[in-house]
C-alpha cells in the first residue's frame, strides 16, 4: 500500500476551485462576500471548503431503505445504477465492520480506512471535474458546438447536476425544507442529515441523466455578457432564474431555467421557458443584474466576483431566499 492510499482529504471544496479561477483575471485570487458581510481579496482555496464535508458515515438498514425509497422514484435503469454505487460503498462498510469484529488493530488498517471514507466521494467528484476541465474552456471561449457530440454531452449533465446537489446551500436548504411535525418526520429529516453525503451523489446523478434525455426538448444555451456588469458566481453557482421560482421559501419549482455563469463574460442555461433561443444570445444589462440578484438571493455566505465592484451592490441580497424561508417556518 503506498503512502498516498493512506493520506486523507481533509478539505472538501463543494465548489470547484479551478471553475472560481475564471473570476481570479489570472491569478489564485478572487473577490468575495464574508460571513461577517464585508468583502475579502484572497485565494479561492480558502472558500466554499468544508472540513470533511464529504466524509462516509455508516449506513444502518434504515438509511439504506431511505437512499433506496428516494431512488425508487427514478426510472428502472437509474435505479440500477444508484444501487451499484451504493452497494460499492456498502461493501467498504462491510470490510470495516469485519475488521472490527476481529479484534485487531493495525495502524496502517485504521489510517486506509479512515483516507477512505474522506477520500471516496471527494474522488467522485475529482473524476466529473477532470472530465468537464475542456468542455468548460470551450464554453467559455464560446464554443458551443463542442457538446454536439453526445459523449461529451453525457458527461457535461452528468457535471452539471452535481454542481446542483453538491453544495452546502443545497444541502441546508433540502434539510431545513424537511417537516419536523412529529417523531417520526424529525428521524426522517436526521437520518436524511446523516447519509446526504449518498444522497446528494444520487441526486446529481439523475439531475443529470434527467437534462441529458430532456436535451431535446430544453434549450440550451450561451449568454454572452459585453455590458459593463459582469457575471457573479456563489457558493451555490447553478441557479433556477424561472420566474416561478419562489423568493420566500425553500420548495421545488415547477420549472426550470438552470443557469451556470462560466466567467464573468460568459454563462451557460438549460431553459424550460422561451427567454432564450438555442445557441449564443446577448444580454443586456438589467438581466445581468436580474441574474446576479438571483444568484445572490441563493447564496448561503459567499458571492464571488472579479471585482469589488462586481459583487457589492448584490451583498443585500445573500440568502434572502433561505432567511424568508426560516422567517417563514417560525424558526428564528
Not at 453525503?197 to 441526486?203: A, D, E, K, Q
Not at 472579479?306 to 417563514?328: C, G, L, M, V, W
Request: glycine fraction near 4%.
Amino acid at each position: 500500500m503506498s503512502s498516498k492510499d493512506l493520506e486523507a482529504k481533509k478539505r472538501h471544496h463543494y465548489v470547484w476551485a479551478n471553475y472560481l479561477a475564471r473570476w481570479g483575471s489570472g491569478t489564485k485570487n478572487v473577490f468575495y462576500s464574508t460571513k461577517t458581510g464585508k468583502i475579502a481579496h484572497d485565494s479561492m482555496r480558502g472558500i466554499v471548503v468544508d472540513d470533511y464535508f464529504y466524509k462516509v458515515t455508516t449506513l444502518t438498514s434504515k438509511h439504506v431503505e431511505l437512499i433506496k425509497s428516494y431512488s425508487r422514484q427514478s426510472p428502472d435503469h437509474l435505479q440500477h445504477h444508484h444501487m451499484s454505487y451504493l452497494t460499492d460503498f456498502l461493501k467498504m462498510q462491510e470490510a470495516e465492520a469485519i475488521y472490527r469484529k476481529s479484534g485487531i488493530q493495525n495502524d496502517e488498517a485504521e489510517l486506509h480506512l479512515h483516507a477512505l471514507k474522506c477520500n471516496l466521494l471527494e474522488n467522485l467528484h475529482a473524476s466529473h471535474e477532470k472530465m468537464a476541465i475542456p468542455l468548460l474552456a470551450a464554453l467559455a471561449d464560446e464554443q458551443l458546438d463542442v457538446l454536439q457530440d453526445q459523449q461529451r454531452m453525457i458527461e457535461f449533465m452528468a457535471f452539471f447536476g452535481h454542481q446542483i446537489s453538491r453544495t452546502k446551500p443545497f444541502r441546508d436548504g433540502a434539510l431545513q425544507a424537511q417537516p419536523r411535525r412529529n417523531s417520526q418526520e424529525i428521524e426522517v429529516a436526521e437520518m436524511m442529515a446523516h447519509a446526504w453525503w449518498f444522497l446528494s451523489y444520487m441526486f446529481g446523478m439523475s439531475i443529470g441523466l434527467s437534462l441529458f434525455t430532456n436535451r431535446h426538448n430544453a434549450k440550451h444555451a450561451l449568454l454572452i455578457n459585453d455590458t459593463g456588469v459582469p457575471f457573479i458566481t456563489s457558493d451555490h453557482p447553478v441557479v433556477n432564474v424561472h420566474s416561478c421560482v419562489s423568493t420566500t421559501k425553500f420548495e421545488a419549482p415547477e420549472h426550470a431555467d438552470l443557469y451556470y455563469p462560466l466567467s464573468p463574460r460568459i454563462a451557460y442555461i438549460i431553459c424550460d421557458s422561451e427567454r432564450f433561443a438555442r445557441g449564443k444570445n446577448d444580454v443586456d444589462e438589467a438581466t445581468v443584474v436580474e441574474f446576479n440578484v438571483k444568484v445572490a438571493s441563493q447564496a448561503m455566505v459567499h458571492i464571488i466576483g472579479n471585482t469589488e465592484a462586481a459583487i457589492r451592490p448584490f451583498q443585500k441580497h445573500i440568502a434572502s431566499r433561505y432567511r424568508r424561508s426560516y422567517d417563514r417556518r417560525g424558526t428564528t
